[in-house]
């Protein structure tokens, strides 16, 4: 159990007693030292639970080791899935699906679109595992071939997405195709004028609640449903360079 292992399962609220204990006995065995830990790896994962608690936190203190809490961004927690992945804690599966569960919460306008992506992987990786005939809508089949390559090349386009500033709430990413610019969406109109909109598109074959730029009054789409991997980059590529806006 390495430490940054432990500090994402911690996050995940996915951490055990005895994932503690194997972590001090790990530490020990990799040049980590202190009091606390020689005693947190002696600790008995079933009956010394309370134990357990206070020596690894008075071990954080004595190692200046910093925790993330699970109410913390989930941007932080992400580079510890990449470590995880590279020193082959996560197989690709399990660091895709843990991405996946960092696109949390429940207004979907609150979550952070940068995590959008991997909860479609995820769904079409489960989908997979009962030939499911839908599973190409979530994320098509050549790209997901090598789930290596996929979270490597997913893992780039995430980290693009940090360094342009992409913000932390909106749900998805979305790219205006005609003006090459993200923009917010238009607010969807309350109750009483949805029904009418909707008795109208009824009417003409249209969908009033495509989502909408703000800014040019173009259909937005999904970039994260920007299929084709060298398309995406080309977005990124000119977002990068300043030429259009995000």
Same mark, same amino acid.
């Given at each position: 159990?390495?430490?940054?292992?432990?500090? *994402?399962?911690?996050?995940?609220?996915?951490?055990?007693?005895?994932?503690?204990?194997?972590?001090?006995?790990?530490?020990?065995?990799?040049?980590?030292?202190?009091?606390?830990?020689?005693?947190?790896?002696?600790?008995?994962?079933?009956?010394?639970?309370?134990?357990?608690?206070? #020596?690894?936190?008075?071990?954080?203190?004595?190692?200046?080791?910093?925790?993330?809490?699970?109410?913390?961004?989930?941007?932080?927690?992400?580079?510890?899935?990449?470590? +995880?992945?590279? /020193? &082959?804690?996560?197989?690709?599966?399990?660091?895709?699906?843990?991405?996946?569960?960092? #696109?949390?919460?429940?207004?979907?306008? &609150?979550?952070?679109?940068?995590? /959008?992506?991997?909860?479609?992987?995820?769904?079409?990786?489960?989908?997979?595992? #009962?030939?499911?005939?839908?599973?190409?809508?979530?994320?098509?089949?050549?790209?997901?071939?090598?789930?290596?390559?996929?979270?490597?090349?997913?893992?780039?386009?995430?980290?693009?997405?940090?360094? *342009?500033?992409?913000?932390?709430?909106?749900?998805?990413?979305?790219? +205006?195709?005609?003006?090459?610019?993200?923009?917010?969406?238009?607010? &969807?109109?309350?109750?009483?004028?949805?029904?009418?909109?909707?008795?109208?598109?009824?009417?003409?074959?249209?969908?009033?609640?495509?989502?909408?730029?703000? /800014?040019?009054? +173009?259909?937005?789409?999904?970039?994260?449903?920007?299929?084709?991997?060298?398309?995406?980059?080309?977005?990124?590529?000119?977002?990068?360079?300043? &030429?259009?806006?995000?």
């Amino acid at each position: 159990m390495t430490t940054n292992h432990l500090l *994402l399962k911690r996050y995940l609220e996915e951490a055990a007693s005895s994932d503690h204990v194997d972590w001090a006995v790990w530490g020990l065995c990799n040049e980590l030292d202190s009091p606390s830990l020689r005693i947190l790896g002696g600790l008995h994962p079933d009956k010394e639970t309370d134990e357990i608690r206070f #020596y690894f936190k008075r071990t954080c203190r004595e190692l200046n080791l910093q925790t993330l809490e699970s109410d913390e961004s989930p941007r932080l927690a992400a580079p510890l899935i990449h470590s +995880c992945f590279v /020193a &082959k804690d996560l197989t690709a599966r399990e660091a895709i699906c843990t991405m996946a569960q960092l #696109y949390k919460g429940d207004d979907f306008r &609150k979550k952070d679109p940068l995590f /959008a992506v991997w909860d479609d992987i995820a769904e079409a990786i489960y989908l997979d595992d #009962y030939n499911d005939p839908d599973k190409d809508m979530y994320y098509p089949a050549n790209q997901r071939s090598d789930l290596n390559k996929t979270f490597d090349t997913e893992w780039s386009f995430f980290h693009r997405g940090l360094n *342009l500033g992409v913000p932390e709430s909106g749900g998805r990413l979305m790219w +205006c195709r005609r003006h090459e610019t993200f923009a917010p969406m238009k607010p &969807k109109p309350p109750g009483l004028a949805r029904r009418i909109l909707r008795r109208i598109s009824d009417s003409v074959h249209t969908d009033p609640f495509d989502e909408v730029s703000s /800014a040019c009054g +173009c259909r937005m789409h999904e970039l994260d449903q920007v299929e084709d991997w060298t398309r995406r980059s080309e977005v990124f590529d000119l977002l990068e360079s300043g &030429k259009v806006r995000s």
